[in-house]
C-alpha cells in the first residue's frame, strides 16, 4: 500500500495521467515493512542466504540447456533483422535507372540536425547545378534521431540498418562517398527503395496532387 | 504641421509626405510588402501593401497613399488576408519549386510570404514560356525565378544612376534586361531582389545561407567606409581546423548602398599562422634606428593615434603625403569657415535640390557621392553642375550640367562662383580680391563660357538645399590653400554646405589625429607604404600585419563619423599594438584607445563596446557617433588668384577604375581590373599610340611602363592613369604632363 500512498498526494492530473498505465487487473504487492533494527537486518541476511533461492535459478539455466530449444542468437554468426524503421547507420541514395546522386545539396539535414554533426559544402558544378563537393557525418556525436532523413526532401539520405560501428577511434566520421550507394548497384536497381523514418507512406499516392502545368 | 490619424486604434501622426506605409514602420506597425523598396520611390506594383481605410470602399496602397487627416487604417482583416493571399497565389504561378537549390532560400520574400499567407499549393499555371539565364559579370540573373517586382531597376536607376537595368515588355513574358555597357558591377540589384533571380555569380551554390555568421563592420576601401557585414563560415568540413573564410558582403540594402569594391572586393585579408619572432625581433631593431615612419590612411583612428603616441615619445616623423595635403586643405578651409570641419555630408548631398562638385572622379574616388548625388537628382530634381575636365559617358543620368574646363583652371573657376554667391556686403570685406577677377580671362583660359556659368548660377535660384562637394583634385592642387579659402568663404557665406570628400579611407581620421611631417628622414618604417623595413597587411614585406578586415577600430568617415570595425577573420600574427607594447606605450587591445581619441579635434570620449551600429525600422541610421566641430578662429585673407597654367600636349589624370581602389581591391579575386591607361580615341590620336601598346614614361619623377588602351566610354585628351598597383602614393597635383616613349 506504501506506493499507493504516494500517489494520492499527487495532484489530481497527475494521479491520472498516471493511471492510465496501470490496467486494471494489475495490484500492489504488499511488502512486508523493512527491518529497521540491526538484528532485523542481520536475521533477514540470514534467511536469504539460506533459502537457496540461488539453486533454483541456475536449475533454470540448467533445465534450458538441455531442452536444446534456445533462443539465443549466436551473434555475429548469426544476426537479427532489423525492422525497416530502425535508425541506423545513414545512407545515401541515387535514383534508379540513371544512377543521378538524390541530394541536391539543399542543407536542410545540416540545418535540422539536433546534435550539429553534419557539415557540408555545396558549389556549382559543371552542369550548373548545385553539387554536393563535401559531406560528413560525426557519428561520434550524431544521436540517430532521425530528423535528417525525416526533413530530407529528396529521399537522399536515409538510415540504413547497419546497425555496427565499432571504431578504434571516438569521433567515427563517414563521408558522403562512403555513404553514397555504387552507382552500377543503383543501375542495376539493386538498391533498395528505404521505406523507413521519413519515407514516404504507402497511401501518399493518394494524397499527392499534381501541380497544375499548362503546356 | 503633422496629421494625426490612427492604424489598427493607435494614433499616430504623420510628416508632410510620409506615406501610410512610412508612419506604420516608423511605429512598428507590421503592413506586408513584396515591391517596396524604401531608398526608391515606391514602385506601387505587388498590391500587397493594401490596408482598409474607414469609410473608403475598396483598399488602398499603403505604400504611395499619404494619410488624410482623422482616418481610421486597419491593416489586418479577414478580407485583406484574402486578398494577400490571392496576391501570393498570383505571384506563385510557375514559380519553379527549386528552393532547395536557390541561393535566396532561407532569405527570400516569396517565400516568407507564401508560408505568411498560407498558400500551399500551386493553384494556377499559365503557359511557360522559353527563357534564357542571363550573366552579366558579376550579376546571374533567373528569369524563372523573376517576380518582376521592378526592385532592381528602381534602384539601378535612382541609386546608382546607371540607368543599366530595364524591363523588357511583354505581358507574362516581361523580364529584366542590362544595357551591360552601363553597368558599373556595383551589384545594388542584387542585394535588393527579393527572390533569387538576381543573384552573386561568384557566391552562387557556395554556401546555405543560414550557415553564414554575419560580421557586422565598415567597409575598408573609401573614406565613406560604408556600414556592411561580412559573411563568414569555415572552410570545408573538417571543422574541427576551424579556419574561416568570408563568403560574401551584404548589407542593410532596404535603406543602404554599397558599391562594387565593398560587396565583392572583401577577401583581402592576410592569412599568417603564426607569432614570427624574428622578424618581429628584427622590426623592432628597425624602430629604434628610424626616424621616419611612413603610413598609408587604410589605417584604423587607434592605430594613426598609436603612431601619434609613437612619436611624441620617440620622436618619429609621420609621413602620409596623401593625408598631409588633405590635412591643409581642411585647415586652411576652416581658417576662412571658422568651423573646424565642413558643413555637409553624403546625406545632405542625398537630400540637396542644386548640387556643384568640383576636382572629383565622381564613380571611383568615392563611388558614394555619385550615388548620393543620383539620390539627389531622382528624389529632389536636383540640378547637378560638375566641373571636371573629363567628360565621362556613365555620368550621363546623374549630371546635368557639365562644366568642362581646362586642366589647372579650378582656382579661378573657385574664384568665378565666390563671386556669384558670396553676398556683396561680404565682398567688401574681400576687396582686392574681388575686384582682381577678370572674368573674361577665366572664361577664356578655362574654356568655361560665361553663359555656362550664368546657367549654372540662375538655377541655384528658388533652391532650398545647395551642397558642394570637392574631391582630390583640388588637396594637391598647386594653388590648393587658396582654394581651400574660397571654399570656406562659400560655406560660411554663400549658402552652401561643404563636402570635402576624403581621398583615401581613413584620410580624415588621419588628418585630424596625427601631426603629419612634411619630409621624411630615413631611416623609414613603412606601415602599408614603402620604406626601408615595411610593415604590410598584404603579406611579403619584414612584418606581416592585420589587414583591415582582420582588426578592430574605428574609421573617421566622409560624414565626420566614427564608426566601428569588427574584425570578420581572426590574425594570428603581431599587430603595431605589439610594436607599441613593446617601444612602451602600454596597452592591451587597440580598441582601449578609441576613447582616449583628442577631444580638442571633435573626438568624444565613448569606449569601442559603446559604439552602436543598427538602423531603426524606417531606415534612420544609429552607427557610432558624429565628430563634434569646434570653433576655430578666423582670418580672412584669401589671395589673388595665380595665372592659369597651360597644360598642353599628353596629360595623365590619376584615377583608378570603379571598385578598383589599392592593392588590397587589387588581392581579392573577384576585381580584377588591371592597371592599364585609358584614353579616349581622341587622346590616341593626339599622343600617337595604338590601343594595346605600350609606353614608357615619366611621372612624378617616377619612370614607369604601362599598357595604353582606348575606352569607347571616356572623351576628352585627359587619359587615366591608375595608382592602385603600388604602395607609392603620389602626392603631386592629379593631372600631370608625361612625354610617351613607345616600347
Ligand atoms: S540522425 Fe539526428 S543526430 Fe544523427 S545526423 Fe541525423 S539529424 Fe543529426
Ligand atoms: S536534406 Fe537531403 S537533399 Fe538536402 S542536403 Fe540533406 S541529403 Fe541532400
Ligand atoms: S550591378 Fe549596379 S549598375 Fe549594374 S545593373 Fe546592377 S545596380 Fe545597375
Ligand atoms: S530580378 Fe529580382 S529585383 Fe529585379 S524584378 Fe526580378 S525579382 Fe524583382
Ligand atoms: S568602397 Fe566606399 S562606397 Fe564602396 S562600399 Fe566601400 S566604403 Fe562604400
Ligand atoms: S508595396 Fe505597395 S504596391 Fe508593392
Known amino acids: ?215 | 504641421m503633422s496629421i494625426h490619424f490612427t492604424i489598427d486604434g493607435r494614433s499616430v501622426s504623420a510628416k508632410r509626405g510620409e506615406s501610410i506605409l512610412q508612419v506604420a514602420r516608423r511605429e512598428g506597425i507590421y503592413i506586408p510588402t513584396m515591391c517596396y523598396l524604401p531608398k526608391t520611390t515606391p514602385n506601387a506594383s505587388c498590391r500587397m501593401c493594401v490596408v482598409e481605410v474607414e469609410g473608403v470602399s475598396g483598399f488602398v496602397l499603403s505604400c504611395n497613399t499619404p494619410p488624410v487627416e482623422g482616418a481610421t487604417i486597419r491593416t489586418d482583416s479577414t478580407a485583406l488576408f484574402k486578398e494577400r493571399q490571392n496576391i501570393m497565389k498570383l505571384y506563385n504561378v510557375n514559380h519553379p519549386l527549386q528552393c532547395g537549390v536557390c541561393d535566396k532560400s532561407g532569405e527570400c520574400d516569396l517565400q516568407n510570404k507564401t508560408l505568411e499567407f498560407e498558400v500551399s499549393e500551386q493553384s494556377f499555371a499559365t503557359k511557360e514560356q522559353k527563357r534564357k539565364n542571363k550573366k552579366w559579370g558579376v550579376l546571374s540573373y533567373d528569369p524563372y525565378l523573376c517576380i518582376m517586382c521592378e526592385k532592381c531597376t528602381a534602384v539601378c536607376n535612382q541609386v546608382v544612376g546607371s540607368e543599366a537595368l530595364y524591363i523588357k515588355p511583354g505581358g507574362y513574358k516581361s523580364e529584366i534586361d542590362n544595357h551591360y555597357s552601363r553597368c558599373i558591377q556595383c551589384g545594388e540589384c542584387i542585394s535588393v531582389c527579393p527572390v533569387g533571380a538576381m543573384a552573386s555569380t561568384d557566391f552562387e551554390y557556395t554556401a546555405n545561407v543560414w550557415e553564414l555568421r554575419k560580421i557586422p563592420s565598415a567597409c575598408a576601401h573609401c573614406s565613406s567606409a560604408c556600414n556592411l557585414n561580412y559573411e563568414v563560415k569555415e572552410i570545408g568540413i573538417d571543422s574541427g581546423k576551424g579556419e574561416q573564410k568570408i563568403y560574401r558582403v551584404t548589407n542593410e540594402a532596404d535603406h543602404d548602398a554599397l558599391c562594387g569594391a565593398g560587396r565583392f572586393g572583401y577577401d583581402f585579408e592576410n592569412r599568417v599562422s603564426c607569432k614570427d619572432e624574428r622578424a618581429f625581433a628584427k622590426v623592432l631593431k628597425a624602430f629604434k634606428e628610424a626616424k621616419t615612419i611612413r603610413f598609408s590612411s587604410m589605417i584604423t583612428n587607434e592605430e594613426a593615434y598609436l603612431l601619434q603616441q609613437l612619436k611624441e615619445r620617440h620622436g618619429y616623423r609621420l609621413i602620409n603625403p596623401e593625408a598631409r595635403v588633405y590635412q591643409k586643405f581642411l585647415r586652411a578651409f576652416s581658417s576662412v569657415s571658422g568651423v573646424s570641419l565642413y558643413g555637409g555630408d553624403l546625406k545632405r548631398v542625398a537630400q540637396s535640390d542644386y548640387a556643384i562638385v568640383m576636382g572629383c572622379a565622381v564613380s571611383s574616388d568615392n563611388p558614394m557621392v555619385r550615388f548620393a548625388l543620383a539620390r539627389a537628382v531622382n528624389n529632389n530634381k536636383a540640378y547637378v553642375g560638375l566641373f571636371h575636365p573629363i567628360e565621362e559617358e556613365g555620368l550621363r543620368n546623374i549630371v546635368t550640367q557639365h562644366l568642362k574646363h581646362e586642366v589647372g583652371s579650378e582656382e579661378a573657376l573657385m574664384a568665378l562662383l565666390c563671386d556669384a554667391f558670396v553676398p556683396s556686403e561680404v565682398k567688401k570685406s574681400h576687396v582686392s580680391f574681388f575686384e582682381s577677377l577678370d572674368v573674361g580671362y577665366i572664361c577664356g583660359e578655362s574654356s568655361v563660357g560665361e553663359e555656362e556659368i550664368e546657367r549654372l548660377v540662375r538655377q541655384r535660384v528658388r533652391k532650398k538645399a545647395p551642397v558642394l562637394v570637392l574631391g582630390a583634385d583640388l588637396y594637391a592642387h598647386p594653388r590648393a590653400d587658396n582654394i581651400a579659402k574660397m571654399a570656406g568663404l562659400l560655406e560660411r557665406f554663400g549658402g552652401f554646405e561643404v563636402v570635402i570628400v576624403p581621398s583615401d579611407t581613413n584620410t580624415m581620421g588621419v588628418a585630424l589625429i596625427c601631426d603629419l611631417d612634411d619630409e621624411a628622414l630615413s631611416p623609414v618604417i613603412g606601415y602599408n607604404a614603402q620604406g626601408d623595413c615595411v610593415l604590410s597587411a598584404l603579406g611579403g614585406s619584414d612584418l606581416d600585419m592585420p589587414a583591415l578586415n582582420q582588426q578592430e577600430g574605428t574609421f573617421t568617415t566622409v560624414d565626420k563619423e566614427v564608426v566601428p570595425l569588427n574584425a570578420a577573420l581572426p590574425y594570428h600574427g603581431y599587430e603595431l599594438s605589439d610594436i607599441a607594447n613593446a617601444l612602451g606605450i602600454v596597452l592591451k587591445h587597440v580598441i582601449d584607445l578609441t576613447c582616449k581619441l583628442p577631444k580638442e579635434k571633435g573626438y568624444k570620449e565613448v569606449a569601442f563596446d559603446d559604439l552602436p551600429n543598427r538602423y531603426l525600422n524606417h531606415g534612420v541610421q544609429i552607427r557610432g557617433y558624429m565628430l563634434e566641430p569646434l570653433h576655430v578662429s578666423c582670418e580672412e585673407n584669401i589671395g589673388v588668384i595665380a595665372d592659369i597654367q597651360e597644360y598642353n600636349g599628353t596629360i595623365l589624370y590619376r584615377c583608378n577604375p570603379i571598385s578598383q581602389f589599392n592593392l588590397f581591391t587589387d588581392k581579392t579575386h573577384q576585381i580584377n581590373d588591371r592597371a592599364v591607361i585609358l584614353g579616349s580615341s581622341q587622346f590616341a590620336e593626339a599622343a600617337k599610340i595604338k590601343s594595346g601598346e605600350e609606353v614608357r614614361f615619366v611621372i612624378d619623377g617616377r619612370a614607369m611602363s604601362r599598357k595604353f588602351q582606348v575606352s569607347s566610354k571616356l572623351k576628352g585628351t585627359v587619359a587615366y592613369h591608375p595608382d592602385f598597383d603600388s604602395f607609392e602614393k603620389s602626392a603631386a597635383y592629379r593631372y600631370q604632363k608625361v612625354t610617351f616613349e613607345r616600347v
Open chain 1, 1 to 215: 500500500m506504501h506506493t499507493h500512498d504516494t500517489h494520492e498526494q499527487h495532484g489530481h492530473g497527475e494521479s491520472e495521467l498516471g493511471n492510465r498505465y496501470i490496467s486494471e487487473h494489475y495490484y500492489y504487492v504488499d511488502i512486508a515493512p523493512y527491518p529497521t533494527t540491526p538484528w532485523g537486518k542481520f536475521s533477514r541476511a540470514l534467511k536469504r542466504t539460506l533459502r537457496g533461492e540461488l539453486f533454483v535459478g541456475l536449475w533454470v539455466v540448467l533445465r534450458e540447456m538441455f531442452k536444446f530449444d534456445i533462443h539465443t542468437v549466436q551473434y555475429p554468426k548469426e544476426k537479427l533483422l532489423v525492422g525497416p524503421r530502425y535508425r541506423a547507420v545513414h545512407a545515401m541514395q541515387r535514383l534508379f535507372e540513371s544512377g543521378t546522386e538524390r541530394c541536391i545539396g539543399c542543407g536542410l539535414c545540416e540545418k535540422i540536425c539536433i546534435s550539429n554533426c553534419i557539415r557540408m559544402e555545396t558549389r556549382l558544378d559543371e552542369k550548373s547545378r548545385k553539387e554536393v563537393s563535401e559531406y560528413t557525418i560525426n557519428l561520434g556525436r550524431c544521436i540517430f534521431c532521425g530528423y535528417c532523413a525525416e526533413v530530407c526532401p529528396e529521399l537522399a539520405i536515409v538510415h540504413g540498418p547497419r546497425y555496427e560501428n565499432v571504431s578504434e577511434q571516438r569521433a567515427h566520421y563517414i563521408d558522403y562517398a562512403g555513404m553514397l550507394t555504387p552507382i552500377d548497384m543503383a543501375i542495376s536497381g539493386e538498391q533498395k527503395e528505404f521505406d523507413g523514418f521519413g519515407a514516404v507512406t504507402p497511401h501518399e499516392d493518394a494524397r499527392v496532387k499534381q501541380t497544375p502545368l499548362a503546356y
